[in-house]
């Protein structure tokens, strides 16, 4: 079994920052990717960015230039600094790891952005 641990949500004024992080533990073969996604009160999931084993990223557009995923790969850990936040990024952030076989979810961390 593979777990995912989020932290670092929270409350922050709009054009604020944040830094999230995702820590991967457990049975962990072979990760194809890894990324973030989030969910607003009454919407869908919808993704926000994602790094590949090769190091590739890709990013919602509503995130792009704002948002940066990147990943310790000795530490089975991805990360996402968020800058210049806006209300609308409002959400419960949540880390997706992908392997061969399946994917996992974490938990999900809140993020708040005030006007």
């Known amino acids: 079994q593979v777990q995912l641990v989020e932290s670092g949500g929270g409350l922050v004024q709009a054009g604020g920052s944040l830094r999230l992080s995702c820590a991967a533990s457990g049975s962990i073969f072979s990760i194809n990717a890894m990324g973030w996604y989030r969910q607003a009160p009454g919407k869908q999931r919808e993704l926000v960015a994602t790094?590949?084993?090769?190091?590739?990223?890709n990013y919602a557009d509503s995130v792009k230039g704002r948002f940066t995923i990147s990943r310790d790969n000795a530490k089975n850990t991805v990360y996402l600094q968020m800058n210049s936040l806006k209300p609308e990024d409002t959400a419960t952030y949540y880390c997706?790891?992908?392997?061969?076989?399946?994917?996992?979810w974490g938990k999900g961390t809140l993020v708040t952005v005030s006007s």
């Open positions: 790094i590949i084993r090769g190091g590739s990223t």
């Open positions: 997706k790891l992908d392997t061969q076989l399946r994917g996992y």
